[in-house]
């Protein structure tokens, strides 16, 4: 079975955006753990660890995306996470998200349908 290369990138970018969103939900669990423990021990802390594990593999999985695309064609897809992250933070942590957020995520969506329509 043979992969394209645009294939592999594209898997690629969707695994480094669900990577580094996952690891700013990581971040905000031991933030809030060390606000109530009060302790500055951050490297004690499992949520850390599991935040740069996160990190670390959403690196690696970006760094071979920009070897297969133009960063141009590939560094817009990033806004992705930020709908990702506001969708972590009303579903798990149970934020409010105000209309004017949900238009921001729209303006995105947007943005990206203007900014690939006709090159993908």
């Not at 802390?45 to 960063?71: D, H, M, P, Q, Y």
């Not at 990033?78 to 238009?103: C, G």
């Amino acid at each position: 079975m043979y992969c394209s290369a645009d294939f592999i990138a594209a898997l690629l970018v969707v695994m480094s955006i669900l990577s580094n969103s996952t690891a700013q939900l990581f971040q905000k669990r031991a933030a809030d753990k060390i606000i109530v423990s009060g302790s500055l021990s951050v490297w004690k802390n499992s949520e850390v660890w599991w935040s740069l594990v996160f990190l670390a593999f959403g690196f690696f999985c970006w760094v071979i995306v920009l070897r297969l695309w133009a960063l141009s064609l590939a560094y817009p897809l990033l806004s992705l996470s930020y709908i990702l992250v506001l969708l972590y933070s009303k579903f798990h942590f149970k934020e409010k998200v105000t209309v004017s957020r949900w238009i921001g995520v729209a303006a995105i969506i947007l943005g990206l349908f203007f900014l690939y329509e006709g090159s993908v």
